[in-house]
């Protein structure tokens, strides 16, 4: 059976406000997004991130992103303290729904959020 490099390739992150949604993952993981206007109603954010890694970002098109708590969870990279990012959610206009989560030794900590677009996202890292 093949194994996968990745089983990601590619995420979106739905989002009604560019300014808003850009500044708030700007400001909790401390990082440079990109935007991109794609076409008059569509336009997209993206994550800085290094070559050959999964990339993605935040898409604004009204009638196609709908930001919401259900569905999938994707995990965002909170670095090497996953603490460090927590600390600054509520102030960037976000919720923490679930603290800081040890899973186990091998694979580190979880968090669960609320970003400034409603969707419910896991943060995750080693320590």
């Known amino acids: 059976m093949k194994k996968l490099k990745n089983a990601i390739s590619w995420f979106e992150i739905?989002?009604?406000?560019?300014?808003?949604?850009?500044?708030?993952?700007?400001?909790?993981?401390?990082?440079?997004?990109?935007e991109i206007e794609l076409d008059t109603d569509f336009i997209i954010?993206?994550?800085?991130?290094e070559d050959g890694t999964v990339a993605g970002a935040l898409c604004k098109h009204e009638g196609?992103?709908?930001?919401?708590?259900?569905?999938?969870?994707?995990?965002?990279n909170?670095?090497?303290?996953?603490?460090?990012?927590l600390d600054k959610v509520e102030s960037a206009g976000g919720k923490i729904v679930k603290g800081k989560n040890h899973i186990s030794?091998?694979?580190g900590f979880t968090a669960y959020i609320e970003d400034s677009e409603g969707n419910r996202i896991g943060l995750h890292s080693l320590t």
């Open 78 to 85: 909170a670095g090497p303290d996953l603490q460090q990012v």
């Open 45 to 49: 954010v993206i994550f800085p991130v």
């Open 14 to 34: 739905p989002i009604t406000d560019v300014p808003r949604a850009k500044k708030f993952y700007e400001t909790i993981l401390d990082i440079e997004m990109m």
């Open 64 to 76: 196609f992103y709908t930001p919401g708590q259900t569905g999938n969870i994707l995990y965002l």
């Open 105 to 107: 030794d091998a694979f």
